[in-house]
T-cell receptor
């Protein structure tokens, strides 16, 4: 399986702070990158996708991609207790393969 | 309408039994997947099917046999269940052959082998 690595955490941040989640991948031909959020006992749901180098912002979420460094990150601004979940980084190489990292557990402390 | 649905949601069975999990998607996608998620939350891809054809088989014991009767359905049959098979199994689908597409997940099947 292709390597996608994340810090497993747990990561704890106070409410209102910025949470920073990181992901590295090993396959240089990877083309598409995704961040999924998974609440306990639920299925993963997409929160961000990014396909080209740079930043992509959507509300309180910003995804950052650096293909030269094989690095993807997710910033969550103004973190809320409802953001407490496991965040999964995923990589898609050719349209038929989604490989996931081990996930980072985030806790936002009120 | 549920986009990706899998049944059953919970499955408790004894070692050595054979069981099946069913998955259906109504999104018109042509690629479907089975993932296994262990207790540490690692989502490991098991199989990928594109238009009923097997694309990926990631070092999965041959006790696991996927079957795709059509591109909207992908079932998973498991023979001779072992304790280590206990996990949550997720079905997912996407519009294959397209890079900029997300995968949609079913609600998961929690399999417990006792």
């Amino acid at each position: 399986q292709k390597e996608v690595e994340q810090n497993s955490g747990p990561l704890s941040v106070p409410e209102g702070a910025i949470a920073s989640l990181n992901c590295t991948y090993s396959d240089r031909v990877s083309q598409s990158f995704f961040w999924y959020r998974q609440y306990s006992g639920k299925s993963p749901e997409l929160i961000m996708s990014i396909y080209s180098n740079g930043d992509k912002e959507d509300g309180r979420f910003t995804a950052q991609l650096n293909k030269a460094s094989q690095y993807v990150s997710l910033l969550i601004r103004d973190s809320q207790p409802s953001d407490s979940a496991t965040y999964l980084c995923a990589v898609n190489n050719d349209g038929n393969q989604f490989y996931f990292g081990t996930g980072t557990s985030l806790t936002v402390i009120p | 309408d549920t986009a990706v649905s899998q049944t059953p949601k919970y499955l408790v069975t004894q070692m050595g039994n054979d069981k099946s999990i069913k998955c259906e998607q109504n999104l018109g996608h042509d690629t479907m997947y089975w993932y296994k998620q262990d207790s540490k939350k690692f989502l490991k891809i098991m199989f990928s099917y594109n238009n009923k054809e097997l694309i990926i088989n990631e070092t999965v014991p041959n006790r696991f046999s996927p079957k795709s009767p059509d591109k909207a359905h992908l079932n998973l049959h498991i023979n001779s269940l072992e304790l280590g098979d206990s996990a949550v199994y997720f079905c997912a689908s996407s519009q294959g052959q397209v890079l900029n597409t997300e995968a949609f997940f079913g609600q998961g099947t929690r399999l417990t082998v006792v």
